[in-house]
């Protein structure tokens, strides 16, 4: 079964112990935008606890539009304060100075579309852990069909994760001892981290 998503902001670790499982993804960016969902969101571990990363966007309040139409918000700087965090987040991780560059180029980078945005970040992650699956970007909305796993509502950050998608064992992190093992981090938290060893981490049944 092929797993059918919505575009992700980084995407969590268990995004892509979901990749890693399959050949091939399916991005869903004709499906409508949903709030406080993966789709503009991601999750780091910073002094004070879980901190969430929310991008910015251009949209009427109560406006329903399909991803691919969804543009993105300068008017604060977001950017710079999410690069901010992530610097204050995991400037003592063993491999923050690894990854710091190409996080940032990132984030910094101004998209006109959030699925540009998301897509660039998942490709990153993608690249960190080396995993070659087959992304296809589906520019019109899908209607739920035999062959696919359809994870566009269930896998969401206010939700319990669906039983498609196994949980990440525990991890290095570099607050633990203030805050425990927190799961369902970003991607950034796993490579800053645990570095070369996210690989193995994500792909460990």
Do not use: C
């Not at 204050?88 to 959030?114: C, M, T």
């Not at 359809?150 to 896998?155: N, Q």
Request: hydrophobic letters at 40%.
């Amino acid at each position: 079964m092929t797993p059918l998503l919505p575009a992700f902001y980084f995407g969590s670790v268990e995004h892509y112990r979901l990749l890693a499982q399959h050949e091939k993804i399916i991005i869903d960016i004709g499906e409508h935008y949903e709030r406080q969902s993966y789709r503009t969101r991601t999750s780091i571990i910073g002094p004070n606890g879980k901190q969430d990363l929310v991008v910015q966007i251009a949209r009427r309040s109560g406006e329903k539009m399909p991803m691919k139409s969804v543009g993105l918000s300068y008017i604060e700087t977001w950017q710079q304060q999410h690069a901010h965090a992530i610097r204050s987040a995991y400037g003592n991780a063993p491999w923050f100075i690894h990854y710091i560059d190409e996080v940032e180029a990132v984030v910094l980078k101004k998209y006109e579309r959030l699925v540009d945005l998301d897509l660039a970040t998942m490709r990153l992650g993608m690249k960190w852990l080396g995993l070659t699956t087959e992304v296809l970007v589906a520019e019109n909305y899908i209607e739920k069909s035999d062959g696919l796993t359809d994870l566009r509502v269930a896998f969401h950050p206010k939700k319990q994760l669906p039983p498609e998608v196994t949980a990440v064992p525990p991890y290095t992190q570099v607050f633990a001892d203030r805050h425990g093992s927190v799961q369902r981090m970003s991607i950034i938290d796993l490579v800053m981290n645990t570095g070369l060893e996210a690989k193995r981490i994500i792909a460990y049944f």
